[in-house]
Nanobody, 123 residues
């Protein structure tokens, strides 16, 4: 599966942005979809994930209550709605996909990665 992320940009603190990740292929529903981010000088970290069938979601504590992950199966797309943005949310955000269930927060478990999209939040 090929992934294409979009929607990054500049936002002010307290503002919102919506990221999208379009997936190619007809097996989109077989994949767990995740969002990760990497800030300058830091390691890549888990942000959110959504499961294949039930659509259960999981969030990092740092974004819980502010970010929402969703999937549009008709369009093979996953979205990350980011509200109440903070300067510490500034990072390159990447979407990823994996077949297996469980261990949703580990980068090593994801098989496919899209290119990153930069999110910059000004104070």
């Amino acid at each position: 599966v090929q992934l294409q992320a979009s929607g990054g940009g500049l936002a002010q603190a307290g503002g919102s942005l919506r990221l999208s990740c379009a997936a190619s292929g007809r097996t989109f529903n077989n994949y767990v979809m995740g969002w990760f981010r990497q800030a300058p000088g830091k390691e890549r970290e888990f942000v959110a994930a959504i499961t294949q069938t039930s659509g259960s979601t999981l969030y990092a504590d740092s974004v819980k209550g502010r970010f929402t992950i969703s999937r549009d199966t008709a369009k093979n797309t996953v979205h990350l709605q980011m509200n109440s943005l903070k300067p510490e949310d500034t990072a390159v955000y990447s979407c990823a996909a994996k077949i297996s269930s469980g261990d949703y927060t580990s980068t090593a478990r994801y098989n496919y990665w899209g290119q990153g999209t930069l999110v910059t939040v000004s104070s």
